[in-house]
């Protein structure tokens, strides 16, 4: 899967592809987010930026 890496412009880049902005959203939402712009500036608070770090994620089953 690669990790993750948010820019300071507020791109978050997986592996090969960048993810669009709904993806960004949506990702930030489901992370507890109200937005990708919060998640992004949590990061740069707590982290610093670019952030290098893993992505998890989880599948409902089937």
Same mark, same amino acid.
């Given at each position: 899967?690669?990790?993750?890496?948010?820019?300071?412009?507020?791109?978050l880049?997986q592996?090969?592809? /960048?993810?669009?902005?709904?993806?960004?959203?949506?990702?930030?939402r &489901?992370d507890g987010?109200?937005? $990708?712009?919060?998640?992004?500036a /949590?990061?740069?608070?707590t982290h610093?930026l670019?952030?290098?770090? &893993?992505?998890?994620?989880?599948? $409902?089953?089937r």
């Amino acid at each position: 899967m690669g990790r993750p890496h948010v820019q300071p412009v507020g791109g978050l880049h997986q592996g090969v592809a /960048w993810l669009s902005s709904v993806e960004m959203h949506e990702l930030a939402r &489901v992370d507890g987010f109200k937005s $990708a712009s919060d998640m992004i500036a /949590w990061f740069k608070v707590t982290h610093g930026l670019p952030f290098s770090g &893993v992505l998890i994620r989880w599948e $409902a089953g089937r």
